[in-house]
């Protein structure tokens, strides 16, 4: 059966909230397919130590701020999930869980969006399924060969899955130094950190909020034609926050440079030195999650689908939302997505009418 709208769109997280919000506010009949089965977006598969880099007023989409967690300055992953669940249901969002879209292809003036519940057929459609379902894994020489468990940062939850343990952690960002952190500090397991480079810690008085001002900042510039700032880039890549201070204080955070492969017990160092290990937890980021834009052969050489603002080239009735500053700085935020997606709909309202 296939159903009409004016607007689809793909992914029910944060970016996908932010864009039914305006979407309302434009007037426009929508539909929201998430594949998730409840609300939370990538929120609800976080491990179980993650926090905020920023404090809930700070952390915000459009039109509902998010309330305090008691007892935390910065709210853990479970306070969000709850805050997306309110914040679906307070606007009346009509968020279609547990329906995986397959393919948005063109038929004429609409666009089809094929799921495995049906067909939608809609004038516009917003992409807003973000990357946490598509982890990157680098062609490390003997990944294949080694016997122990390797896992993604999808698959981390906490360091009791571990204890006893000789876990290496490969990854400079974020979430390499976060469980890094977590592991270290629990004392039951022997962690080895590994970064393709020096980690880059930003200074202690840093977080999400002083974050946001940098990135809104260098937008600025760019758009008023200024020198480039370099952004949150030009600061570092790691937030400091309270866990990973105390294990890097405690001098548990101690990175050493990137193995040279892995071997059927542990892994080879560049000086022909080896270590075992039992576990691997690759941190090495993740890739947008657009396989279901296919069909309409918008990637250019690098595999990259070129856009203006969130707006695809190749497609004017396609929009891409919350992947990150190609498709709108801190686009990828709570606090960041608000803006593109405020664009994302008056674009394909503009168009519409």
């Known amino acids: ?4 709208t004016d607007v689809v769109v793909v992914g029910g997280g944060q970016a996908g909230l932010a864009a039914g919000y305006h979407l ?10 998430d594949a998730d089965p409840a609300p939370g977006g990538s929120w609800q598969h976080m491990w179980d130590s993650l926090h905020l880099f920023s404090p809930a007023e700070h952390s915000s989409l459009p039109g509902r701020l998010m ?18 669940t309110d914040y679906q249901k307070r606007y009346d969002l009509p968020v279609q869980h547990g329906t995986h879209v397959e393919a948005v292809r063109r038929d004429g003036e609409r666009l089809l969006v094929d799921a495995d519940t049906g067909t939608w057929r809609a004038q516009a459609v917003i992409s807003a399924t973000g990357t946490w379902s598509r982890p990157f894994l680098p062609a490390v020489p003997g990944r294949s060969t080694f016997a122990g468990r390797q896992l993604h940062t999808v698959n981390y939850r906490s360091p009791a899955d571990f204890a006893g343990q000789r ?24 962690v080895t950190w590994a970064t393709q480079r020096p980690p880059r810690f ?14 809104t900042a260098r937008r600025r510039a760019l758009e008023e034609g200024r020198t ?8 570092g890549d790691i937030v400091a926050v309270p866990p990973v201070r105390a294990a890097r204080d405690a001098g548990l955070l101690s990175a050493k440079p990137l193995f040279a492969q892995l071997t059927a017990t542990g892994f080879r160092w560049a000086d022909g030195s080896q270590s075992d290990a039992d576990a691997i937890i690759w941190c090495t980021g993740f890739r947008p999650a657009l396989a279901h834009l296919a069909p309409l052969n918008l990637r ?30 801190a686009s990828a935020t709570l606090i960041g997505v608000g803006r593109p997606a405020r664009d994302a709909a008056r674009q394909v ?5």
């Open 300 to 329: 250019d050489a690098r595999g990259h689908i070129p856009t203006d603002g969130t707006r695809a080239l190749g497609e004017p009735r396609l929009h891409l939302l919350g992947y990150g500053d190609w498709t709108g700085p």
């Open 167 to 190: 876990v290496i952690v490969v990854g400079g960002g974020n979430s390499g130094t976060q469980i890094a952190a977590d592991l270290a500090l629990d004392g039951r397991v022997e």
């Open 67 to 84: 309330p305090a967690q008691a007892g935390e300055t910065y709210p853990d992953a479970g306070h969000v999930v709850d805050y997306l």
């Open 24 to 33: 309302r506010r434009q007037g426009l009949d929508f539909v929201i397919l």
């Open 1 to 4: 059966m296939t159903q009409q």
């Open 202 to 215: 930003l200074a202690d008085d840093i977080d999400g909020r002083a974050l946001f001002d940098v990135a």
């Open 349 to 353: 309202a503009e168009l519409l009418r």
């Open 228 to 235: 480039d700032t370099g952004g949150v880039a030009s600061l």
